[in-house]
């Protein structure tokens, strides 16, 4: 029991210690020393209103990421996540050698990617839509997980899911400094998604209305790691990236709409988001306060912003973001 408490403490000890990229694969190999798994993925899904299966985020151990693909194209139905499902924070196992003869996909699927035993957990903690998912695979069909292993991933694995969440929140405190109006992802270098905030997903598909996550746009992550540039700009959104440990941290912006500022309008605009008042914009600038409403007015619209709050993120973004 001693170990097993050290195992723990280490656990959230490294969610604080670690970025979110290294901290997943780290949980993993100190989580195998205590229960012996051959490949595993942390996973975060929803369930569409017909209860398809969306990925939003996707952590590989030892597999690889073309499994991801196969996983996808499977039509038979997962019966070991169905049984996870209504055992939310509790491990369930199954062995493939008792998935359904008719399933020949999933047989198949099994068979190439070395899964003769899981192991799954959902967290409770989740909406009864969402999905924080744990899988421990085992390649040797005679290495079936014991009822004292079932047991022990009872105990350790809602712990590793809660280190997560901790090191989830503390990515966002400290990792990255965000600019304003700015969103935030995580991806490894191939562009599998880590983490990503809840509004990144809205923004990704109005740019590319046909994609699916995990896996960010090829193009996007081909330009965001193309030497010397680490930024997009696209047609709604705008974002930029810094390479760090082996994973891309991502900050994502909605473009500002509209027509571009002219030069005395931008200069009024940058004096309105320090939050000088019309009089002051007006005296520094030798015109008008009536002048000087009518240009905020004019930067208001092509900017579609509303305060000064939402002009000072708008501006952040034509700043640093855009080329």
Known sequence: MRELNH?????????????????????????????????????????????????HSLHMYQQPIEKLADRKALVSPDTIL?????????????????????????????????IAHSMVLISPATHHANLDLIALWRAGPERAYSATEIELGNLLLPHLTQAQA?????????????SPGSVRLLASLN??????????????????????????????????????????????LVAQVTELGGYLYIQLAQR???????????AVARLAATGLSYKDI????????????NQLHSVYAKLDVGNKTALAAALTVLTEMLP
């Open 7 to 55: 195992l723990i403490l280490n656990l959230y000890g490294s969610a604080q210690e670690c970025t979110t990229g290294e901290f997943q694969g780290q949980a993993l190999d100190m989580l195998r020393q205590a229960l012996s798994f051959d490949s595993a993925a942390i996973i975060a899904a929803s369930f569409s209103p017909d209860m398809a299966i969306s990925l």
């Open 82 to 114: 169905a049984d996870a499902c209504r055992s939310r924070g509790r491990c369930v196992t199954m062995a493939s050698a008792e998935i359904d003869r008719r399933y020949l996909d999933l047989h198949a699927y099994c068979r190439k990617y070395a």
């Open 166 to 178: 901790i090191n989830s929140r503390l990515f966002l405190a400290t990792d990255t400094q965000p």
């Open 191 to 236: 562009g599998c998604l880590q983490y990503m905030e809840p509004i990144a997903a809205d923004m990704l598909q109005r740019e590319w209305p046909e994609w699916d996550p995990p896996m960010l746009p090829a193009d996007f992550v081909a330009q965001l790691r193309r030497p010397g540039l680490g930024r997009y700009t696209g047609k709604t």
């Open 256 to 266: 500002p709409a509209g027509r571009s500022l002219t030069g005395v309008e931008s």
């Open 282 to 293: 007006a005296r520094q600038q030798g015109v008008s306060p009536a002048t000087v409403r």
